[in-house]
């Protein structure tokens, strides 16, 4: 399945309906060019094909936003429930560096992205991450481990803090510049 479908105008830019595809075959974005801008509904899907997102376009210009999940929804992360060990590697890509089955690791994909980085038990990830990317590379996800154990999302409450907290620095730096 391709992870990408256009169609192209006599000057080789898209023009007309757009579609880009999940490893997993599954549509993950659609929508369509007009003289070189989005024109139309923009939609988003999940891995599972359900609707992540649809934005309204207007000649580029985003003017409304149909359907959003909620920042820290279980799309973002894995279920903080699962039982799901963490990777057990075989033949890790380490870039030259000796791989050690008990002790600190950082292994790379086929793609040369990082895909699991911390300390190792038996070969086993225990105490890191595990990275996890789009088919265009593009970093979807962080599964953090600890004592080999999954420990889900971030707290909303922490979301919400570190949220206001950075539209205070925003704001005071906006400040700042409109006083100069």
């Known amino acids: 399945m391709p992870s990408y479908k256009a169609t192209f105008s006599a000057d080789g830019k898209e023009s007309g309906g757009v579609k880009h595809f999940y490893e997993n075959g599954k ?8 003289s070189g801008k989005v024109n139309g509904t923009y939609k988003q899907y999940n891995e599972n094909g359900t609707l992540k997102a649809a934005l309204k376009f207007n000649n580029g210009r985003m003017t409304e936003t149909v359907k959003a999940n909620k920042p820290g929804g279980n799309d973002d992360y894995s279920n903080p429930d699962s039982k799901e060990p963490p990777p057990f590697v075989k033949s890790p890509i ?5 791989f050690f089955p008990d002790g600190y690791n950082k292994v790379y994909n086929a793609n ?3 895909w699991l980085d911390g300390n190792f038990k038996n070969g086993q990830l225990f105490d890191g991450k595990v990275y996890i990317y789009s088919s265009n590379g593009i970093l979807k996800r962080i599964r953090i481990y600890k004592e080999g154990k999954f420990l889900g999302p971030p707290k909303k409450k922490f979301l919400k803090l570190r949220a206001m907290k950075s539209c205070k620095k ?6 700042q510049i409109s006083q100069k």
Do not use: C, N, S
Request: hydrophobic share 45%.
């Open 27 to 34: 549509l993950q974005a659609e929508y369509t060019i007009v």
């Open 94 to 98: 380490t870039k030259g560096v000796k």
């Open 112 to 114: 040369d992205e990082i």
């Open 170 to 175: 925003f704001l005071k730096i906006l400040t």
